[in-house]
């Protein structure tokens, strides 16, 4: 899986993944971060997300990271903003209010451009990645988002019954990565009712993190 394969879906509008009234988990579990109302959140890989719109509305600065410039375009379009576009190294930096999206590749973010985040909301990026990726994945976080908060998202099913993304992210695997920095908890267990692409039993794992 590389560049071109999610380049390729943002242009053919193959975006299923995309939540059109963004994610409720999100809304019931984010208070256990106990965030200050202008805390600066990062949402790696975050795509047009509408849960960026309800995070806005909350009073959260958005720091986001995502490879499709297409995606960011539509995403500051529909929110009614008009970004100030400027360099970033190999990246390009959308902004606009409260809002700023780093566009390329996310192993290209620096944590010095970024600079200090309150917290990280992951909902699809690790499951967007596959197994050989998300080591490295979830250390380039740990590292630029300086170990802060997390609250993550995966999915549980049965990987050989269906072709990721999205990718089935067992505790063990959530614990392996994530564990020397974190001590973490699961949250919340909910079962999909229609399932992942049709498959049960599909769970969303809520997993919320602090640093040790």
Request: charged share 25%; with cysteine.
């Amino acid at each position: 899986m590389d560049e071109e394969f999610w380049q390729g879906k943002w242009r053919r509008g193959e975006i299923a993944f995309h939540e059109a009234d963004g994610n409720p988990l999100l809304r019931r579990y984010l208070p256990a971060l106990h965030l200050p109302a202008d805390s600066r959140l990062l949402l790696p890989l975050c795509g047009k997300t509408r849960d960026i719109s309800w995070l806005l509305g909350q009073g959260y600065t958005i720091i986001g990271a995502e490879l499709s410039r297409l995606a960011i375009e539509q995403l500051f379009a529909e929110l009614g903003m008009v970004p100030h576009v400027t360099p970033a190294g190999p990246l390009e930096r959308f902004e606009a209010g409260r809002l700023t999206v780093f566009v390329g590749n996310f192993f290209d973010l620096d944590r010095h451009v970024l600079g200090e985040v309150d917290a990280v909301y992951d909902r699809a990026a690790l499951v967007a990645l596959p197994e050989a990726m998300r080591a490295r994945y979830a250390g380039h976080l740990v590292h630029l988002a300086r170990a802060a908060p997390q609250l993550l998202i995966a999915f549980e099913y049965d990987q050989s019954q269906l072709v990721g993304p999205p990718f089935a992210v067992p505790e063990a695997e959530v614990r392996r990565h994530y564990g020397g920095a974190y001590h973490v908890t699961e949250a919340g267990r909910h079962e999909l009712k229609d399932g992942l692409k049709g498959l049960k039993p599909a769970h969303e794992i809520v997993w919320l993190m602090r640093p040790r």
